[in-house]
């Protein structure tokens, strides 16, 4: 059975950058596309970009595009969202969830999620 | 503002059945699959209903998915308490080049 275990809560300033990890274990890695999601505080689901590391081939939302970066390691199957520019209002829940058998499919499983605050 | 529609909230009675909407248009659900999340409180969402209609194994078949056009439906039959939860579409849009969740329905079982 896959599972996608990520990383601890964070506190971060305004300004400064975060980096959530995924691991993937009980399945291949490499050849499945994983993306990031996020949650703000009592709102919806917001994609935030993906990659595919077989590939190393990434694409990012609009809203997040020049602030993300996620990359992969192949070697311990795990995968990187890191987020710069940190506001008040990227504090959220971000989740990574595994693509299914082909790129555009959808997602399942989900990991844990990751609480990330942003405070001064 | 969410590219997908749906309804804030939807409720019945045990055992009555429900029906969620949620619409795109001709770049994401008219073109690409649509696929639904449960999310439980505190917890995260979990895979519901895949490729329109489809149950990965272990949802019970309460839960049905169609449809038509550019909009999707998401049924669930016999509703039961355990059913409280947020439910989420979400589909690939061609246009934007990534994936568009709808905005979440809160449903209540009274």
């Known amino acids: 059975q896959v599972q996608l275990v990520q990383s601890g809560a964070e506190v971060k300033r305004p300004g400064s950058s975060v980096k959530v990890s995924c691991k993937t274990s009980?399945?291949?890695?490499?050849?499945?596309?994983i993306s990031w999601v996020r949650q703000a505080p009592g709102q919806g689901l917001e994609w935030m970009g993906r990659?595919?590391?077989?590939?190393?081939?990434?694409n990012y939302g609009q809203k997040f595009q020049g602030r993300v970066t996620i990359t992969a390691d192949k070697s311990t199957s795990t995968a990187y969202m890191e987020l710069s520019s940190l506001r008040s209002d990227d504090t959220a829940v971000y989740y990574c969830?595994?693509?299914?058998?082909?790129?555009?499919?959808?997602?399942?499983?989900w990991g844990q999620g990751t609480v990330v605050a942003v405070s001064s | 503002q969410s590219v997908l529609t749906q309804p804030p909230s939807a409720s019945g009675t045990s055992g009555q059945r429900v029906a969620i909407s949620c619409s795109g248009n001709s770049s994401n659900i008219g073109r690409n699959a649509a696929n639904w999340y449960q999310q439980l409180s505190g917890t995260a969402p979990k895979l519901l209903i895949y490729g329109d209609n489809q149950r990965p194994s272990g949802v019970p078949d309460r839960f049905s998915g169609s449809k038509s056009g550019t909009s999707a439906s998401l049924a669930i039959s016999g509703l039961q308490s355990e059913d409280e939860a947020d439910y989420y579409c979400?589909?690939?849009?061609?246009?934007?080049?990534?994936?568009?969740f709808g905005g979440g329905t809160k449903v209540t079982v009274l």
């Open positions: 009980g399945g291949t890695f490499s050849t499945y596309t």
């Open positions: 969830a595994r693509h299914g058998p082909a790129d555009v499919t959808w997602f399942d499983p």
């Open positions: 990659i595919i590391p077989i590939a190393d081939i990434t």
């Open positions: 979400a589909a690939w849009d061609d246009s934007l080049n990534g994936w568009v």
